[in-house]
């Protein structure tokens, strides 16, 4: 029995028109390394992706907006996807998310993936709808021997190369804004990660705070201060530059991270950009893609 | 949190344009019990889902064949049918095959619903792709204590009465072919069918022999002789004429049963129809749905 | 990594002392099979268990039943007695139910092998509790492309040669109370094995009627009219010769199927045996143990 | 239907007499907190439990160690310590983990109790062989909306008071050696319960570094030379005080934790003994069952 492949990159997803370059950068990278393999993306927010259907439904958002591919207007759940793939014959999937730590979202497309292989197995092994589903691990690693966290997020530490250089050009201390959870301690991870930043880049103060759960800004200010910086480059460590970026991070209210540092006597340079724009972090997708499929033993056609 | 609610009636599909009456009228009967509800089609096989979707990409064909719906040719598979209909909104789903007995395809689509509901459950209930999916059971009923299939066996046997009249009509014996499976004992099924039949139309003789599996056509050629019937009315026992219908039932070649009865001294008629163009027998699958609806607390909008 | 294999029989199991002799004449062939295999059985009655957990704290009831071995008194439910065998070192079993068709309690038993399978894959195979875990199909077969039912139901047939030896010798028909289940459609499996054994013993006429669903009594005494027949040797169509044959079978009340064939103007003559006793028969649960295990990769220690 | 509840215990387990205290003292309170449900324990490390049995077998052992109770001679898997209770008419689990963080162990039991709950479906929910199951957290929280981990481990924080008091009275740091995880990211909780205890402890320096994964070793002793600290209480952070504690940290071995410290001009203080042993670290594991219990809708009889 002949096996078709294809893969899906699922994300939150984003309305913000100019954030959506960090998903298609992905994308392109992806399509660059396997370019005779079917590369899809989804978005898993119901809000978001039904702002989206309500501007392909309307002609003068698409005239103000030729710039935004056909495939943001159509797209579909993670499942819609993936089960389109299946009724146009590809029964191997490889689901590469774009998240940062194995969090809730991670896990819950982790159970879509046992749910999918679950299915049709009374009879005949042909009828099962798929015959291998793999799933990436996010850009920080996650459990398992097969990939240590710890390289993944050495791994990272070096794709954030130009981040460090900018903080340094700034001649400032790099603070990322993560996103973190109230509900999941994924903190170690970002952590972890900032230490092998000041490792690898000595010479430049990296910081990491999140805006739900631990480590919280609080803790970035202190330090800030015990170190005696007074000079910040900001910039959201998500894969797109969108709402959390422009508001929680950049905004103008009295909350923001900019006007909170600032307040503590910080200057605050603010880059605007996803860490999916960064080509070196765009690939760690592509490799993470690349080998779920070879530990699925699916072939992915380059 | 508001849930809104579809259809879905899932079936093997066919290729013969005559037979897709059979579940257009399903359809048709569905969709007049709940007019408020969506009311899609899904068809199980590979080979008959490829064969429409090229035919749909073949104007000359769509020309010639102005009768069929846009929907047949956009069918796609039961789980692409259900994603969809998550993708626009709807978290209440009511899977309704159209299988005469519980057996391996109805079965594997247990495994689909049971898959379904197991997506999504790390953290947030809402997060949930499905919120409830409900299966109808088959004509002939299935395992449990909610609907006693004896029951289901009756009515379906009610349902039948046509059936029985056509052949009062044609003073002849009804002779059913059912699908039966090789690797699936669904026997009893059928013959308890048979046998209650016998008992409300008790001037009819009706027997069900099976293409595949036990009991075979020797069994009800015996069973004739034994009882000194010389005329057959020979129909499918499947819910559309299809293929089997109309080759191995029917068809010119020695080895159809039409071929076979006429060696064994029978004179036979044929009714080429299938058991979803009876009213009262698609009403079975208005009713399961509906049932199963009800068992699972998915409210229909009629 | 080695791996240690051991064969539990998994029954409804009995109170009645007499009745045993069944389920230890399967586990002997079983052991003498695979001698160097544990072979441990299981009742799944709460009920059975429980009595037999009182006689064994009854000093008493003890001496009165020296023939009864210890492992009856100590008789654990399925999931405790495989738990305790991989407590003891355990990884691979082979779970045989002396099931006779494929009903709920088989499946149930498929729903117990398929959830410990799914225990323990977050990180590390090797903390699995199990490493391979095989499920025996039922005396007349099961669903499935590997052992087609109608070679079961055939071998099962054949392996009553002594019962149609035992209406034959009482020139008498021979009539099975199956169990059979209201709630399961299964009365295919018996109508194929008595139709099987009318051909195989063509001189003695073989009937099977269940206490339960489809056939029942009324059917085989409307057939034994049609037959003419009047001399029947009645024998339970169970594993084991226990409640249901001493009072439902043959007991002296009213509407025993004895008492109910006498009034139809029979004959009757009682077997009171479990097919468990029949040395063939028995040795059909080694088959699929031993077929069940290969399929899964299992290694027994003959 | 009538239900009862039994409460099982699951830890790693330990070899090491003394180290039994901390798996006792947990166990006792969970007993007076229920009095009327049974509160079992069961050892997960398969080589443990060999050396166990091992053990209960030697008579010569058994005299020399009167104070080592029977259960512990006894003591199974957590799959046979639960069906042991199912076997004896327990049909309500409350499975309480003693680990300390959400990592690969807790994964997997979490996976069992899964399992156990699919068992038994097909027809009657009567014959599913669990009712409830629930799973405890562990003492630093997990995820979930439920039970928010920043305030599990702010609880667990104040639990160690005592440890805090331990260190001042030494003049020293409080320095913990975790177990931590190559393969598991749960770095996190360890370095957000450190934080929490030098915000409600802050004339003692605290802090936590992992035997395996992040933070190491060398993070702490970097912390250590910032401050200028040179007086140390060490202390496991293991629910008992058994293999790491008397070998990777306090032994005589020259990369042992308490040698390298030395070497790094530390005077250390050895504080061996396990968390259980503290009395309100183990209420924390109390707490956590009757949560869960609570949260599943198990009565538990106090």
Known sequence: MEHNSAIVIAMFGTTVESALKGILNIQDKMT???????????????I???????????????????????????????????ADLQDQGYDSIVLQPTHIVMGEEFLDLGTYVDSLLRMGTIKKKKYKP???????????????????????????????????????????????????NEHFPSAGSYLEL???????????????????????????????KRLGVH?????????????????????????????????NGCTVVVAESGLGEIDAFAELFVRNAGEA??????????
């Open 231 to 263: 000079r910040v480059l900001l910039k959201p460590f998500m894969m797109v530059a969108g709402d959390h970026s422009v508001n929680d991070m950049a905004g103008p209210e009295e909350d923001s991270w900019k006007s909170v540092l600032e307040k």
């Open 32 to 46: 660059a390394r396997y370019p005779n393999t079917p590369v899809r993306f989804a978005f898993t927010s119901n």
């Open 48 to 82: 978001i992706r039904k702002r989206w259907q309500k501007r392909a439904a309307d002609p003068e958002y698409r005239q103000l907006h030729p710039e935004i591919p056909t495939e943001v207007f159509e797209v579909k759940t993670v499942l819609a996807t993936i």
């Open 130 to 180: 798929f015959y291998k589903i793999a799933l990436g691990r996010p850009a920080l690693g996650m459990y398992g021997t097969a990939h240590p966290y710890a390289e993944d997020i050495l791994a990272a530490a070096k794709a954030l190369a130009s981040d460090a250089e900018l903080a340094r050009s700034a001649q400032a201390a790099l603070v990322y804004m993560g996103h973190g």
């Open 194 to 224: 900032a230490q092998q930043m000041r490792t690898l880049y000595p010479d430049v103060v990296t910081l990491i705070g999140n805006v739900e759960g631990f480590p919280p800004l609080s803790n970035v200010i202190n330090e800030l």
């Open 293 to 302: 499929a070879a530990d699925a033993g699916i072939s992915l056609n380059a």
